[in-house]
């Protein structure tokens, strides 16, 4: 790796061209791998010939140099082609020509060779870590579920149905059922990594059909604060993580407030932006309260229950309230969660509420028969996270091959 190497080494090098000068005797290459870029300097291979983005392999000694950018260079033996660019390329590697999004996405064999490019994916890359391993170390244990589902996770109709051999599924639009099973069925505090897709005819630059959800379920929890707490502890040492990692300390949160939904809307109201109790937050909504709060993470708690999922528990004081949050980083929701319903009964209805019947969800409900502890957890949109630490414009640079509603390739 380039950024390894030390003045006196014996090295052997692999990487792509990213400039090359020609001067006859002496020729001059800017080696690039994904960790950054050196000078090689070849004075005995006068028939080398090199365009920008060919592969090759250099072996050469290490030496300090006053010309060098880097204050080292590589002074080669040998520089053998491994692979030579075979076109024009319709996107530059350098960043020095831009492009648009669309093309750069549609080459995204070519946009990733950016360092900036490849920077989100370093940070994307910490995020998760950090997720897993808070989790790990605190006794929770990761699952894998189906992304084959027999019934809709959230109701509704925004799913991507499948044949299935001589039935009728979908892509799964959240683990959230199999995890409730998992936990009711003894394994208690879990965690998991797992794509999701979501059928939503939208072109937002906060919307993906296929994202990645990180997704968490507890058991014998009082109420939804418990879940609250772990939510924020996560949050906090992911962001924290990456920001260390990343070399960016301005991105480090120290602490996260809580409010109430009712909190919220009066702060909006009084602030100018309508909004009616019992309406859910729109991307303006959510905009104007970063606005007001000034802060980079909070969480909002104590929803209006009927804007929120089946499974969410109803405040038994006022009916009203589901005990429901969601976590907003630098104005936008990114995570969502709530204590749920664990007696079957009270399932059925809800569903029934929906206009759902509860028969498509059997497998579902006869796992609250065998008796079901107090429970509750939360999903997390990584991608969203990501485009939110990371400053992006558009959630699509935050997914490698990002799915929409015109792009299924590459």
């Known amino acids: 790796m380039i950024k390894s190497v030390k003045p006196g080494q014996e090295v052997t090098l692999y990487g792509y061209v990213h400039e090359f000068r020609d ?49 080292i260079e590589v002074i ?76 809709a996770t959230e109701g509704g109709a925004e799913l991507f149905e499948v044949q299935y051999f001589e039935k ?45 959800s990180l997704d968490v ?25 990456t920001a260390e990692k990343m070399g960016m300390p301005e991105n480090k949160i120290n602490e996260i407030k809580t409010y109430t939904y009712t909190e919220a809307v009066d702060m909006l109201n009084k602030h100018g932006t309508k909004i009616e109790w019992g309406e859910d937050f729109s991307k303006e909504h ?11 993470a909070y969480v909002i708690t104590d929803f209006p229950a009927d804007i929120r999922a089946f499974y969410t528990m109803r405040d038994p004081e006022d009916p009203r309230i589901g005990r429901s949050f969601d976590l907003f980083y630098r104005g936008l929701e990114v995570s969502s969660g709530a204590q749920r319903i664990h007696i079957p009964e009270v399932l059925e209805e809800e569903l029934r509420k929906r206009g759902l019947d509860p ?17 509750g957890g939360f999903g997390m949109g990584l991608e969203r996270v990501t485009m939110k630490f990371m400053n992006l414009n558009n959630i699509r640079e935050a997914m490698l091959f990002p799915r929409d509603r015109t792009r299924v390739t590459p």
């Open 217 to 241: 379920e507890m058991a014998f929890i009082e109420d939804h604060h418990d879940v609250i707490k772990v939510l924020k502890d996560v949050f906090k040492h992911m962001i924290n993580y």
């Open 359 to 375: 028969l498509d969800f059997e497998f579902y409900i006869e796992a609250f028969r065998y008796g079901a502890p107090p429970h």
């Open 23 to 71: 001067l006859g005797k002496i020729k001059f290459i800017q080696l690039r791998d994904r960790t950054g870029t050196i000078q090689v300097t070849v004075k005995n291979q006068p028939d080398l010939e090199l365009n920008r983005e060919d592969v090759v392999k250099v072996k050469g000694k290490v030496q300090e140099s006053n010309i060098a950018k880097a204050g």
């Open 76 to 151: 080669s033996e040998k520089v053998e082609v491994l692979s030579k660019v075979k076109k024009k390329l319709p996107v530059d590697p350098t960043g020095v020509v831009p492009s648009e999004l669309d093309t750069r996405l549609k080459y995204r064999v070519l946009d990733l060779r950016k360092p900036e490019i490849r920077r989100i994916f370093e940070a994307k890359s910490h995020l998760a870590f950090a997720f897993r391993d808070y989790l790990y170390h605190r006794g929770f244990i990761e699952i894998h579920t189906s992304s084959i589902v027999a019934a």
């Open 168 to 212: 009728k599924a979908y892509l799964a639009q959240s683990p959230q059922l199999y995890k409730q099973i998992a936990v009711v069925g003894g394994l208690e505090k879990v965690y998991l990594t797992t794509p999701i897709f979501r059928a939503e005819k939208h072109n937002t630059i906060y919307h993906l059909n296929e994202a990645i």
């Open 286 to 296: 959510e905009k104007a309260l970063y606005e007001i709060l000034k802060e980079d």
